[in-house]
């Protein structure tokens, strides 16, 4: 079993390289395209900003190289988005495995309390396929983004804040989770298991 | 529905834990790592570390603590006490700190807010408060851990800091801190209702009404205490239970 964490100019790769040394798993951190093909089972990771992340992408032709992965693939958060069609942010053409659009959050209600972007603790709910496998509906995993995936078809789990919008998505082989797997306690924990065992 | 968080802090001190009442009898209270690892399974949101050390070993001495932390805590944390550059920043993110917390460097040079934010995104930034109330009735910011007064009034410092890129607000109150009589209802409330970014309620809690208040009066998103957690006068899953029964959303 190989795991492999896609190394790109986006963060947070440590702590989801711990999170998975936490419940016992070894991964890989590499850009190298033959080490990603080959894995089991690949993550990409992702805090930052769409365009800047597109473009390291394409210059290492590592766009590519991910579309046309055949093994599960998992994308967490600023990764999640990428695999979608599209980005407000900085008006980015992303990765277009999911048809979903990603678009900033406004609220148009003053004083609701809605702060942008949404940080903290929100629950998932409408889950579907085994990445929730043992995941209790209306869970709660911790979400830091400005920008989200619309509901769509490829939606497997959903999250209000302003609006219902898509906390995961899947099509095929492919995963994705806006929320930190790696920073939600034991539910987070509980995904990242379910996806190595997918 | 997004949740309030409830926040512990732990000083940390030459790599270990602190409990100081009023900076003085500053007392060992154990590893810092195994006490957050206990507040993350008792239900805490997040974690604060702030390193109160004060030699010139602490740049190594704090990576490698945030490096142990991250290994072993499961929830997001914050890392602040004499960070001043993007490299310090650099070098806590690369061990693993989800955030870092900025204070009296930032407000010496507010560049840095917009360079961190600029290389490591907003959501990394989080910009610490210490203010104070003085007698014309406004809240003023303090530097240098509340030992030197300025004339800039908070409400100002802290819309400049997040035009400039800050992704969160930690207020401190000094004249609640330390005293657990509550939290600083008005001006938290200031802040949560001008800022267009979260805003943390430090100093005052005493009792689980205060954190009630702090967050259905003063609307703050987050509360952060450390003595009530630390002397156990609070357990964290009985303030959950309590502002449940209270209507407001906790995980």
Known sequence: MSLVIIKYN????????????????????????????????????????????????????????????????????LGMQLMCTHSEENDTDCLGIFEERVKKFIDNSSGNGNKVPQIGWNNIYNLKTGLFKDIPENAYCYFVHGYYAALGQHTIAATDYIQPYSSALQKDNFYGVQFHPEKSATVGEQIIKNFIEL | ???????????????????????????????????????????????VFLDITATVEKRKTLSELVNKIAHQINIPFTVGGGISSVEDVSVLLQNGADKISINTSAFKNPQLIHDLAKQFGSQCVVLAIDTKKEADGEWYVYLNGGRTKTAT???DWA????????????????????????????????????????????????????????FTQAKADAALAASIFHFKEIAIPDLKRYLQGQQIAVR
């Not at chain 1, 992702?46 to 473009?55: C, F, I, N, Q």
């Not at chain 2, 035009?163 to 401190?172: K, Q, R, S, V």
């Open chain 1, 10 to 77: 986006a963060g947070n790769i440590q702590s989801v390289l711990y999170a998975l040394e936490r419940i016992g798993m070894q991964a890989i951190v590499t850009d190298n395209v033959q080490q990603i093909q080959s894995a089991n089972k690949v993550i990409f990771p992702g805090v930052g900003e769409a365009s800047t992340a597109m473009a390291y992408l394409k210059e290492r032709g590592l766009d590519a190289v991910i579309k046309n992965l055949q093994q599960p693939v998992l994308g967490i958060c």
């Open chain 2, 1 to 47: 529905m997004l949740t309030k968080r409830i926040i512990p802090c732990l000083d940390i001190k030459d790599g270990r834990t602190v409990k100081g009442i009023n900076f003085e009898n500053i007392r060992d209270a154990g590893d810092p790592v195994e006490l957050g690892a206990l507040y993350a399974a008792q239900g805490a949101d997040e974690l």
């Open chain 2, 153 to 155: 009034k908070c409400i």
């Open chain 2, 159 to 214: 819309k400049q800091a997040v035009e400039l890129g800050a992704g969160e607000i930690l207020l401190t109150s000094m004249n609640n801190d330390g005293t657990k009589q509550g939290f600083a209802l008005d001006i938290t409330q200031q802040l949560s209702e001008t800022l267009a970014v979260p805003v943390i309620a430090s100093g005052g809690g005493g009792t689980m009404e205060h954190f009630k208040d702090v």
